[in-house]
T-cell receptor, first 112, second 114 residues
């Protein structure tokens, strides 16, 4: 099946720092999604991207759909302790109900 | 409140027993999905259903079974044929009206088989 390479695997930062993470694929995706998962909980959708080049913000989070449609980036500005969790990217090949392919996640730890 | 519920949160079973995990949604979504998550891994698709009375195998369907008799419900049975059933199981749903790609997840069920 399809594979997404998500990096970095983990990050340990100080409160207030900005964070960047990305996902790359050998395949072209029509949709990119970013989720956050707290320990022991289900992932929560943060941002959905539908067009190449699209840049979308959700509070301190900004995500971009890469121009090549093979990558996506998530930035978190001015991190706070509650940003701790695992961030997953997911790509969808087609519109509608085609399935998602998930990256393995980036674990973010924030030191107060 | 609209959402997806999974029960129970924690489930313990002896090896050789079948166990059924519940997933219910009141979002009026057509499609529902089951994923398995292991430590340090992404989400792997077990089964999905785009419409009532129809479902398709995902990447790791062996040892699992599902049914979709009602739009709101998509139970997953972990059978004794599943070699490594201990994992965190996540149910999700999506609506084509929302673009189809946006899947919304339940809180998960952690299954431990000893």
């Amino acid at each position: 099946g399809q594979q997404l390479n998500q990096s970095p695997q983990s990050m340990f930062i100080q409160e207030g720092e900005d964070v960047s993470m990305n996902c790359t694929s050998s395949s072209i995706f029509n949709t990119w999604l970013w989720y956050k998962q707290d320990p022991g909980e289900g992932p929560v959708l943060l941002i959905a991207l539908y067009k190449a080049g699209e840049l979308t913000s959700n509070g301190r989070l900004t995500a971009q759909f890469g121009i090549t449609r093979k990558d996506s980036f998530l930035n978190i500005s001015a991190s706070i302790p509650s940003d701790v969790g695992i961030y997953f990217c997911a790509g969808q090949l087609d519109s509608g109900y085609s399935t998602l392919t998930f990256g393995k996640g980036t674990m973010l730890l924030v030191s107060p | 409140d609209g959402g997806i519920t999974q029960s129970p949160k924690y489930l313990f079973r002896k090896e050789g027993q079948n166990v059924t995990l519940s997933c219910e949604q009141n979002l009026n979504h057509d499609a529902m999905y089951w994923y398995r998550q292991d430590p340090g891994q992404g989400l792997r698709l077990i089964y999905y259903s785009q419409i009532v009375n129809d479902f398709q195998k995902g990447d790791i369907a062996e040892g699992y079974s599902v049914s979709r008799e009602k739009k709101e419900s998509f139970p997953l049975t972990v059978t004794s044929a599943q070699k490594n059933p201990t994992a965190f199981y996540l149910c999700a749903s999506s609506s084509q009206r929302a673009g189809g790609g946006e899947q919304y997840f339940g809180p998960g069920t952690r299954l431990t088989v000893t």
